[in-house]
């Protein structure tokens, strides 16, 4: 079965941590660039980060030296560490390989 499955969202403190995972089946991970994107209420969906086959990695200005996005081709897993977390950050967050997205998985920052 084709699918991304996301994973790690929750609700954490200005400054805190999170980690997302998204776990990929039915397509050759190894040579496919993964992107996160969010989508924040009233807003349109924006990417976030996004990593070739090779490792090369981009991000949006807003997220740059906070977020870090990674992969594990044995594990089919791309991941979104988050740190210094603002209430800006707060949205649905997706996974995505070309036309494949995720469910989603919720971000809240709030104290």
């Known amino acids: 079965q084709v699918q991304l499955v996301e994973s790690g969202g929750g609700l954490v403190q200005p400054g805190g941590s999170l980690r997302l995972s998204c776990a990929a089946s039915g397509i050759i991970f190894s040579i496919s660039t993964m992107r996160w994107y969010r989508q924040a209420p009233g807003k349109q969906r924006e990417l976030v980060a996004s990593?070739?086959?090779?490792?090369?990695?981009d991000y949006a200005d807003s997220v740059k030296g906070r977020f870090t996005i990674s992969r594990d081709n044995a594990k089919n897993t791309v991941y979104l560490q988050m740190n210094s977390l603002k209430p800006e950050d707060t949205a649905v967050y997706y996974c995505?390989?070309?036309?494949?997205w995720g469910q989603g998985t919720q971000v809240t920052v709030s104290s």
């Open positions: 990593i070739a086959s090779g490792g090369l990695t």
């Open positions: 995505n390989h070309l036309r494949l």
